[in-house]
């Protein structure tokens, strides 16, 4: 298994755009970089990339401070320009083969995604003026508008449902000729057609790309939307990096960027993601380990062969004899029944809990659930038992935790 090397060169572009930037300017003058991380850059934030050019667009409004979106892992402060991850995602929008017909007619877009993604479009557009929770505060431009309100979309109350549909209605009817794009957290969007059933628009096509998505999910979208639906990859830091077809094949969008996979020794070519991007001009990101982890094709450490992104790197399980990701435990929950909806494996030693819920509210018979916790521990070397539950709570974030320890 062939690691990446400690330090490496960089093409022109890269060291011309980070050598009067102070975190790079020793490597940059050397041509020599070592792989970095989310601490390595809080250590000396901001201190170390306020360069003159960088304050001037801090006091101009052309860049600003932002947090990323920490879910299950650690948050750190970024300098980026406003609406920096929006421009990408409209960029592959736009350009992607399948759906991209749908960005040129101007339909406009639809976010059913986090509260905390609602609550930060409100915050800035307080401007606007009214209560966070008015309409008017909730479109993050002229295209896009938020639509959920609540933590839990488990426990939306019908009265949430048929506003988020009746707000949907009217985008879609007034702005994009009863048109919509949905944009979307895969499993607020499953909640959003378990709630509203029939009532629920058929969008124009749908993105999701909030979060690793269960294949049953993700199936379940495709079967009930009705239109095209793919993934995007990416982060707030660095923007997407990749995007799926209608498929669930990958493909590169790395303007500006390097990609390069640091394999995990003991895993199943487990790989960690190492990318290099001077696509954010105030704060390049040079072979900075993501944190997200992938699956190639052929288990080598190929960026062009990647398969798919399994998971975060500090939310990998490890036990004795086994090395085991958010992906492959998903393979086990998919090959079980299609019907299992929300999963969390709380481990406890040696032994693990598997709850589960389905999309029909319906427990697995005996058989499968046997099945279910027999795989469950194959793949984990610990003893795991399956167990229905009527709900799984979501995380503070609006996301879920599929592992607890």
Known sequence: MDTLPAVRPLPDAFVDATRDIPFYRDQ????????????????????????????????????????????????MQLIRPP???????????????QIGDTFAAGVPRVSVTTRLAT?????????????????????????????????????????????MLAEIDLVRHETGDGRYHLDCSSYHAAHLLLAGGERVPR????????????????????????CPVVELFGSTELGYLYYGDTDGRYYPHLREMQVELQ????????????????????????????????HTHDGSADPNRIARFCGREKELLVSDGAITSQAELDDVVNATDPRIFVYQ????????????????GAPLDR????????????????????????????GPSGKYAWLVR
């Open 367 to 394: 058989a499968a659930t046997k099945a279910l916790a027999t795989a469950a521990s194959d793949l984990t070397r610990l003893g795991v038992t399956a167990i229905h539950e009527s709900h799984i709570p979501i």
């Open 28 to 75: 940059a003058a050397a041509n020599s970089f070592p792989i970095i991380t989310k601490a390595d850059l809080a250590h000396t934030f901001p201190e170390s990339f306020l360069t003159p050019d960088v304050r001037q667009a801090l006091d101009s409004g052309a860049a600003q401070y932002v947090w990323s979106t920490g879910t299950n892992h650690a948050r």
């Open 203 to 226: 969008p124009a096509s749908a993105i999701h790309g909030y979060e690793f998505t269960p294949r049953n999910v993700r199936r379940f979208l495709v079967e009930r939307l009705g």
């Open 119 to 163: 609550d930060h479009v409100a915050r800035v557009n307080e401007f606007a003026g009214g209560e966070p929770a008015d309409p008017v505060r909730r479109w993050l431009d002229e295209r896009t508008f938020y639509v959920n309100q609540d933590l839990d979309p488990a426990h939306w109350s019908a009265e949430a449902v048929d506003r």
């Open 263 to 294: 394999p995990i020794p003991g895993s199943r070519g487990i790989h960690s993601l190492v990318v290099s991007s001077i696509r954010n001009p105030y704060m390049p990101l040079l072979r900075y380990n993501t944190g997200d982890c992938v």
């Open 83 to 97: 609406l920096f991850l929006l421009k990408t995602y409209y960029a592959v929008w736009r350009d992607h083969p």
């Open 345 to 360: 494996l709380r481990v406890h030693g040696s032994e693990a809990l598997l709850g589960y819920t389905t999309f029909d």
